[in-house]
């Protein structure tokens, strides 16, 4: 599947919704079900707002400019000493699931994570029964930390939730300070 990668602008509110409407979607995410246009225009509206630290990715079919999937990174906290961290999310429509639009979101977010953004660490939770999703993770440098138990009720039981994190690979050093003589 052919796509691009691009920032999540507010007229992909009716996309979002739609994604995250399926429960094949939601129901792995802590989405809750029946998300509305208004409420994904508000947030996508906030999201790219003069300032903010967060970005908001989708991944569009070349063929016919269908948004098939979301990922997102966003502050870890306001703390000061939590600067250096990122949250990622993730999501791929339930069609286009297992075709690569995980893998091409997850390097975007990790290039600009590594390059630009100053990021020294990436978390994310997935619930533990998600093996296709810790299965990238674990491809793109993440591993396991933690893991809570009861940490999210989906479809009515509580259910496990893996936390996860990966270190910046080569982080960047400052170029050593030759004095000319």
Known sequence: MQITIRRGMPDDAAAM???????????GLRQMPYPTEALWRQQLEALNAPGKPDLLLVAVRD???VVVG????????????????????????TPAQRQGVGQALMTALLDYAD???????????VYADNAAAIRLY????FSVKGRMSAYAMRDGQ???SLAMA???????????LVKSA
């Open 17 to 27: 919704a739609q994604q995250m409407s399926a429960p094949e979607v939601f129901s």
């Open 63 to 65: 063929v016919d400019g």
């Open 70 to 93: 979301s990922a997102g990174l966003h502050p870890a906290g306001s703390a000061l000493r939590r600067r250096h961290a990122m949250f990622l999310g993730i999501s791929v429509s």
């Open 115 to 125: 390059n630009w953004a100053q990021v020294l660490r990436l978390e994310l939770n």
């Open 138 to 141: 674990e491809r793109c440098g």
């Open 158 to 160: 509580y259910v496990e």
């Open 166 to 176: 990966r270190l910046h690979p080569k982080p960047p050093m400052l170029p050593s």
